[in-house]
C-alpha cells in the first residue's frame, strides 16, 4: 500500500458500508440520499459535493460547492473523460484544505470508479492498491466492467503498466480482482 496511507488516522480500520466512507483526510464516498444529509456534510466539514449520477439530483446546501458529472451507471458510459477533470477538483480542493464527497446513486460503481481515478492520479497508487484500499474503506464498491476497462486503459496511460486485467470466466469477462469471488460461486 502507498505510504502516503501510513499518516492516515488508525479509524479507517473501520469501514463504512452505508453512509460517508472515509477514503483519505480530504475525500469521502456515499451515496445520492446520504449526500443530501445537511447534518452529516456540516458534520464532516464537506466543502464540496460531486455528483456522478445522472438519476439523482442534489440538495443544494449553503457553503457547499457543487459540481455534477452525469453519467449513466452502464457498462458502455464512457466515464473516462471525466477522470482527469473529477480528479483535479478533488486534489484542488484537497490543496485549500477542503473535503469533497463523492457520490453518485449507490456509492458503489460510478462514484468508486473516478474515486479510484483519483488515487492513481494524485496518489500514485496502482489501480489493484487503489481499489484494495477503496474496499478496505467501503467494502460494497464494485464498478462495473465497462468502468474497469477504463480504469486499466487509465492506468496504463498513467504508468505505462497494469495491475488488473480483464480475465474470461462462465460470467464473461471480469477483473481479475473478482476472479477468487467469481471461483467460489461458479463450478468450473
Known amino acids: ?98 473535503r469533497t464527497l463523492l457520490h453518485c446513486a449507490a456509492g458503489v460503481s460510478r462514484s468508486a470508479t473516478v474515486c479510484l481515478a483519483y488515487l492513481m492520479k494524485y496518489q500514485s497508487m496502482s489501480l489493484a492498491s487503489a481499489h484494495a484500499w477503496v474496499k478496505s474503506c467501503r467494502p460494497i464498491v464494485r464498478p462495473n466492467n465497462g468502468f474497469w476497462q477504463q480504469l486499466i486503459q487509465y492506468e496504463y496511460k498513467l504508468f505505462g503498466t497494469n495491475t488488473v486485467r480483464m480475465i474470461s470466466t462462465p460470467l464473461g469477462l471480469i477483473p481479475d480482482v473478482y476472479g477468487r469471488e467469481v471461483r467460489l460461486t461458479v463450478p468450473f
Open 1 to 98: 500500500m502507498n505510504t502516503a496511507f501510513g499518516a492516515f488516522p488508525m479509524f479507517f480500520q473501520h469501514p463504512s458500508v452505508y453512509g460517508l466512507s472515509r477514503i483519505t483526510p480530504h475525500l469521502y464516498l456515499s451515496d445520492g440520499a446520504t449526500a443530501s444529509n445537511k447534518l452529516l456534510l456540516f458534520t464532516n466539514q464537506i466543502t464540496t459535493v460531486i455528483n456522478v449520477a445522472v438519476e439523482v439530483v442534489d440538495t443544494f446546501h449553503p457553503n457547499i460547492e457543487y459540481m455534477y458529472v452525469p453519467v449513466v451507471d452502464s457498462p458502455v458510459s464512457w466515464i473516462y473523460s471525466c477522470f482527469d477533470t473529477v480528479a483535479d477538483k478533488i486534489h484542488s480542493v484537497s490543496m485549500h484544505q477542503g
